[in-house]
């Protein structure tokens, strides 16, 4: 069974820092796109980062440009979200997906991911002021 999950949540203050992963099973992300999202209560969810080997790109929205990592070099089975700087307006629950198209990451690619693809369960980001 394909499936991704995601773990590392959790509270800090404004300004610390916390790592997601996400790691696959029953198969690797060389051959995926994968996505970070987030969704806070009352709000659409958002696509954070966007991460693929196979076309060597990488893509940060605006709102955490600068702040969050997402590493490309030895991802197989799991890959990580490294977030600094955090700020109360990061809280939301992080999702990690992978979609099996090769996309070339932009914020465009990231809207391209549907239900079909693999979803983790979420993980609860919040920061305290």
């Known amino acids: 069974q394909l499936q991704v999950v995601e773990s590392g949540g959790g509270l800090v203050q404004t300004g610390g820092s916390l790592r997601l992963s996400c790691a696959a099973s029953?198969?690797?992300?060389?051959?995926?796109?994968i996505g970070w999202f987030r969704q806070a209560p009352g709000e659409e969810r958002e696509g954070v980062s966007c991460?693929?080997?196979?076309?060597?790109?990488?893509y940060y929205a605006d709102s955490v440009k600068g702040r969050f990592t997402a590493p490309r070099n030895n991802i197989k089975n799991t890959t990580y979200l490294q977030m600094n700087s955090l700020k109360p307006e990061d809280t939301a629950v992080y999702y990690c997906?992978?979609?099996?198209?090769?996309?070339?990451?932009?914020?465009?690619?990231?809207?391209?991911?549907?239900?079909?693809?693999?979803w983790g369960q979420g993980t609860q980001v919040t920061v305290s002021s």
């Open positions: 997906a992978a979609s099996p198209s090769r996309y070339y990451c932009s914020g465009f690619a990231l809207s391209l991911f549907t239900s079909a693809d693999y």
């Open positions: 029953g198969f690797t992300f060389d051959d995926y796109t």
């Open positions: 991460l693929s080997v196979s076309t060597s790109s990488t």
